[in-house]
């Protein structure tokens, strides 16, 4: 059930009647576009005729991807060999009438296709034009090619991440690409951002977003951490804490839940203990207040522990799978999920995490098969039959 079908709040229409030409392929634009679709735009997703790689990507049942799906439901699917003439005379009639365009090609490509900012905006000066790459566009690091486990590593964060993992000196391997989130959730931000500038101006502009620079927004602290280096705790603060059958997470970042923390675990004395009374003093003793606190926790299930940290008000969580995550009565509550189709059936894809008493964001439920609106779009675009025909459209 999405949240359109149980409060009976409308689908988000923010940005209904706005066309975007979605160039974007893997993570990153297509999260940004995806976003825009919710949203009620348009959006085109140009692509080649081998298609985005991402329709090949892992769970794929009965020929369809639904990592692909769940990125792309919503849109329409153009195909164009964008290295011919003929495919870039589509492009520039496509942009008359376009609102947005989307790219994350490496730094140059678009240039060498003469389909980059500068070429385009002669044929709509309204037009917002949204480049997302590893580096940004210009500099010493920009025609480098970037994928997000290489961006974890050089803006610090890996190394950032392996400092509070006690006696290790490794760097974990990369399986969840917060680089391309973060990035596509940023280059929606400066979309909307832009669009209501053109508001007032009647201009587009060019946008340039920066991987590498999204991913050092996950750092702040260490940042300045970098700058004023403070002392390195024996025991992180924010970790796994031992229980009978297993861990829980227990969150201590305020005086109230230190205080309901240590009530919670029967050691009320602690809070008083000038080991501990101060924040600094805490931070200093970490480890010594933990080994105190899992002497309690270390009698209980990770169920039991969780039942009287909530009791105190302590932000505590289990460590919990995806699939039981999906299955949070708040997930359902909350109408995270939204059912959709592509042509092998059905499934789950995430809604936004946000909801608006105006119109909530939701997907259209359709994931377009490769090129299966390239007539229809091109024919609105002023093409003829003939036209189709030579482009290879039947």
Request: charged fraction near 20%; proline fraction near 6%.
């Amino acid at each position: 059930m999405t949240a359109d079908q149980q409060t009976g709040t409308p689908r988000a229409s923010a940005f209904a009647g706005l066309r975007v030409l979605d160039f974007s392929t893997t993570i990153a634009g297509p999260h940004c576009t995806r976003m825009l679709a919710d949203m009620g735009a348009e959006v085109i997703k140009i692509e080649s005729s081998d298609g985005d790689t991402m329709r090949n990507r892992p769970p794929v049942r009965g020929g369809y991807s639904t990592a692909f799906g769940q990125l792309n439901v919503g849109k329409k699917s153009v195909v164009l060999d964008l290295k011919s003439a003929e495919g870039r005379t589509a492009v520039q009639r496509l942009v008359a009438t376009a609102d947005v365009l989307v790219e994350n090609f490496r730094p140059g490509v678009m240039q060498r296709l003469k389909l980059d900012y500068e070429s385009l905006r002669g044929f709509n000066p309204k037009l917002i034009y949204c480049s997302i790459s590893g580096y940004g566009q210009t500099g010493p690091s920009a025609e480098l090619p970037a994928y997000a486990p290489a961006i974890h590593a050089a803006s610090g964060y890996d190394l950032a991440h392996l400092a509070y993992q006690p006696d290790r000196d490794r760097p974990d391997y990369c399986g969840i690409y917060l680089a391309d989130v973060v990035s596509g959730v940023y280059a929606y931000g400066a979309i909307a951002s832009a669009l209501y500038q053109r508001q007032s101006t009647g201009a587009g502009q060019h946008i340039d977003v920066s991987m590498l620079e999204s991913m050092l927004s996950l750092t702040l602290n260490e940042m300045q951490g970098a700058q004023f280096p403070i002392k390195r705790q024996s025991r992180p603060q924010f970790g796994p804490v031992e229980t009978a059958d297993g861990y829980v997470m227990i969150a201590i970042a305020s005086e109230k839940s230190f205080r309901s923390f240590m009530l919670a675990g029967g050691h009320p004395e602690l809070i008083t203990d000038p080991r501990f009374a101060e924040y600094h003093h805490r931070r200093d003793h970490w480890a010594e207040l933990m080994d105190i606190m899992e002497t309690w926790s270390r009698t209980l299930t990770s169920q039991q522990c969780l039942a009287a940290l909530d009791k105190h008000g302590v932000p505590c969580s289990a460590y919990r799978t995806v699939a039981e995550a999906m299955a949070d009565p708040q997930t359902a509550h909350r109408g995270a999920f939204a059912e959709v189709q592509d042509g092998a059936g059905t499934f789950k894809v995430l809604n936004q995490p946000f909801r608006l008493s105006g119109g909530n964001p939701a997907p259209d439920p359709m994931v377009a098969t490769l090129g299966q609106h390239t007539r229809a779009v091109l024919a609105q675009a002023g093409y003829s039959d003939e036209e189709l025909a030579g482009l290879g459209v039947s």
